[in-house]
Protein backbone atom coordinates (compact mmCIF):
# COMPACT_ATOMS: atom_id res chain seq x y z
CA UNK A 1 0.00 0.00 0.00
CA UNK A 2 2.96 2.47 0.88
CA UNK A 3 4.61 3.74 -2.35
CA UNK A 4 7.45 6.50 -3.60
CA UNK A 5 5.54 9.45 -5.03
CA UNK A 6 7.24 11.61 -7.25
CA UNK A 7 7.37 14.59 -8.72
CA UNK A 8 8.98 17.97 -10.58
CA UNK A 9 10.01 16.01 -13.93
CA UNK A 10 9.50 17.64 -17.07
CA UNK A 11 10.93 19.10 -20.33
CA UNK A 12 13.81 21.93 -19.90
CA UNK A 13 16.06 23.69 -22.68
CA UNK A 14 19.61 22.68 -21.84
CA UNK A 15 21.37 25.24 -18.69
CA UNK A 16 18.30 24.96 -17.41
CA UNK A 17 17.14 23.56 -13.78
CA UNK A 18 14.30 21.22 -12.46
CA UNK A 19 13.87 19.77 -8.91
CA UNK A 20 12.64 16.33 -8.22
CA UNK A 21 10.86 15.70 -5.01
CA UNK A 22 9.76 12.21 -3.67
CA UNK A 23 7.66 11.47 -0.80
CA UNK A 24 6.22 7.78 0.73
CA UNK A 25 2.51 7.94 0.39
CA UNK A 26 1.92 6.33 4.43
CA UNK A 27 4.17 5.46 6.65
CA UNK A 28 7.65 3.57 6.23
CA UNK A 29 9.13 2.64 9.98
CA UNK A 30 12.49 3.48 9.59
CA UNK A 31 14.65 4.77 6.36
CA UNK A 32 18.20 4.90 6.40
CA UNK A 33 19.01 6.58 3.12
CA UNK A 34 17.61 7.83 -0.05
CA UNK A 35 18.71 8.29 -3.50
CA UNK A 36 17.74 9.20 -7.24
CA UNK A 37 18.42 6.61 -9.91
CA UNK A 38 18.22 7.45 -13.46
CA UNK A 39 17.68 5.08 -16.59
CA UNK A 40 18.41 6.53 -20.08
CA UNK A 41 16.80 4.60 -22.82
CA UNK A 42 19.47 1.90 -24.26
CA UNK A 43 21.36 1.94 -21.19
CA UNK A 44 20.97 0.62 -17.57
CA UNK A 45 19.89 2.11 -14.42
CA UNK A 46 22.76 4.11 -12.59
CA UNK A 47 22.77 5.54 -8.93
CA UNK A 48 22.54 9.63 -9.86
CA UNK A 49 22.56 10.93 -5.50
CA UNK A 50 22.21 9.35 -2.14
CA UNK A 51 21.78 11.04 0.80
CA UNK A 52 21.65 8.90 4.26
CA UNK A 53 19.92 9.50 7.42
CA UNK A 54 23.50 11.60 8.75
CA UNK A 55 23.16 14.22 5.65
CA UNK A 56 26.30 12.46 4.28
CA UNK A 57 25.69 12.43 0.42
CA UNK A 58 27.29 10.80 -2.65
CA UNK A 59 26.92 11.81 -6.22
CA UNK A 60 27.25 10.27 -9.61
CA UNK A 61 30.82 12.09 -11.15
CA UNK A 62 28.88 12.98 -14.23
CA UNK A 63 26.40 15.28 -11.75
CA UNK A 64 28.73 16.65 -9.38
CA UNK A 65 29.00 20.18 -9.13
CA UNK A 66 25.54 20.31 -10.74
CA UNK A 67 23.20 18.59 -8.69
CA UNK A 68 22.25 18.85 -5.59
CA UNK A 69 20.50 15.97 -3.20
CA UNK A 70 18.44 16.93 0.13
CA UNK A 71 16.28 15.38 2.61
CA UNK A 72 13.63 16.64 5.42
CA UNK A 73 14.08 13.25 7.98
CA UNK A 74 10.54 14.41 9.39
CA UNK A 75 8.64 14.20 6.24
CA UNK A 76 10.65 11.07 4.63
CA UNK A 77 10.92 13.53 1.83
CA UNK A 78 14.40 13.83 -0.71
CA UNK A 79 15.17 16.11 -3.04
CA UNK A 80 17.06 16.55 -6.25
CA UNK A 81 17.84 19.98 -7.47
CA UNK A 82 19.25 20.19 -10.93
CA UNK A 83 21.24 22.95 -12.29
CA UNK A 84 22.87 23.23 -15.45
CA UNK A 85 21.19 20.45 -17.27
CA UNK A 86 22.53 19.02 -20.40
CA UNK A 87 20.59 16.44 -22.99
CA UNK A 88 22.77 13.56 -21.32
CA UNK A 89 20.89 14.05 -18.02
CA UNK A 90 17.79 12.49 -20.00
CA UNK A 91 16.35 9.94 -18.43
CA UNK A 92 13.33 8.44 -16.44
CA UNK A 93 14.06 9.11 -12.65
CA UNK A 94 13.56 6.93 -9.77
CA UNK A 95 13.40 7.25 -6.11
CA UNK A 96 14.72 5.14 -4.17
CA UNK A 97 14.18 4.57 -0.22
CA UNK A 98 16.72 2.80 1.86
CA UNK A 99 14.42 1.09 4.97
CA UNK A 100 13.49 -1.55 7.53
CA UNK A 101 10.57 -2.86 8.84
CA UNK A 102 8.99 -3.08 11.88
CA UNK A 103 10.61 -6.58 12.35
CA UNK A 104 14.03 -5.89 11.50
CA UNK A 105 13.50 -6.55 7.85
CA UNK A 106 15.41 -4.50 5.06
CA UNK A 107 13.58 -3.51 2.27
CA UNK A 108 13.87 -1.16 -0.75
CA UNK A 109 11.28 1.13 -1.45
CA UNK A 110 11.35 2.62 -5.18
CA UNK A 111 8.91 5.50 -6.91
CA UNK A 112 7.51 4.77 -10.19
CA UNK A 113 9.54 7.08 -12.05
CA UNK A 114 9.54 10.84 -13.87
CA UNK A 115 10.70 11.51 -17.10
CA UNK A 116 13.28 14.58 -17.39
CA UNK A 117 14.23 15.54 -21.45
CA UNK A 118 16.32 18.20 -21.96
CA UNK A 119 16.09 19.40 -25.22
CA UNK A 120 16.19 22.52 -27.27
Known amino acids: QVQLVESGGGLVQPGGSLRLSCAPS????????MGWYRQAPGKERELVAAITSGSSTNYADSVKGRFTISRDNAKNTVYLQMNSLKPEDTAVYYC??????????????WGQGTQVTVSS
Open 26 to 33: GRIFSINA
Open 96 to 109: NAHAVKAMGIPYDY
